[in-house]
């Protein structure tokens, strides 16, 4: 079965520290994608990243990073230097299995304050 | 700008009736798009593929009689619930891609509340 968690529910962090996102997925496929969304309070899903399981380069963009490391079945994401709008719940995605069907994790509430 | 269009973005209904909610593509066609459904504070859970022409396929739990899904054309899908009680009161997303192994775009969401 295919499962994605983030064990971190809820984090709280002063601007501009560094908070980085853990995401640890299951599956047996071979071939499989992992993504990242950002859900501000709004409510829309606003798309960060796909990685398939071929590509085991780290990513970054502006402030944003992403770690992925099939060693360990991870995809952690990192924001440096946070901003206040960072803030939002942050949903860790696995694809899998040829579908195009996505399983999330819980999402990790991210605040960030002033 | 968005490629998935949600309509609406909330509705408040009385118990018992129906709910209507489109999924557009904006600027390709969608064969298929997805239904997911989020509770206050959870992740989202899938509900149903939308196939454009032929049935819906639901996910386990999922009852195909009170959510029905029609996907006449290829960019839109509508999610209907029907005979809406104030536990079907959700957070409902669909979504679509461009094409096989592409990213998934999420429409706005439709925030339903059931008195």
């Known amino acids: 079965a295919q499962k994605v968690t983030q064990a971190q529910t809820e984090i709280s962090v002063v601007e501009k520290e560094d908070v980085t996102l853990d995401c640890v997925y299951e599956t047996r496929d071979t071939t499989y994608y992992l993504f990242w969304y950002k859900q501000p309070p709004s409510g829309e899903l606003v798309f960060l990243i796909r990685?398939?399981?071929?590509?085991?380069q780290n990513e970054i963009s502006g402030r944003y990073s992403w770690n992925f490391q099939k060693s360990t079945s991870s995809f952690n994401f990192t924001i440096t230097a946070s901003q206040v709008v960072d803030s939002a719940v942050y949903f860790c995605?696995?694809?899998?299995?040829?579908?195009?069907?996505?399983?999330f994790g819980k999402g990790t509430k991210l605040t960030v304050n002033p | 700008g968005a490629v998935v269009s949600q309509h609406p973005s909330w509705v408040i209904c009385k118990s018992g009736t129906s709910v209507k909610i489109e999924c557009r593509s904006l600027?390709?066609?969608?064969?298929?798009m997805f239904w997911y459904r989020q509770f206050p504070k959870q992740s989202l859970m899938l509900m149903a593929t939308s196939n454009e022409g032929s049935k819906a396929t639901y996910e386990q739990g999922v009852e195909k009689d009170k959510f029905l899904i029609n996907h006449a054309s290829l960019t839109l899908s509508t999610l209907t619930v029907t005979s809406a009680h104030p536990e079907d009161s959700s957070f409902y997303i669909c979504s679509s891609r461009r094409g096989l192994n592409t990213e998934a775009f999420f429409g706005q969401g439709t925030r339903l509340t059931v008195v």
């Open positions: 600027d390709f066609q969608a064969t298929t």
């Open positions: 990685r398939n399981s071929f590509d085991e």
């Open positions: 995605a696995l694809g899998y299995g040829g579908s195009e069907k996505l399983v």
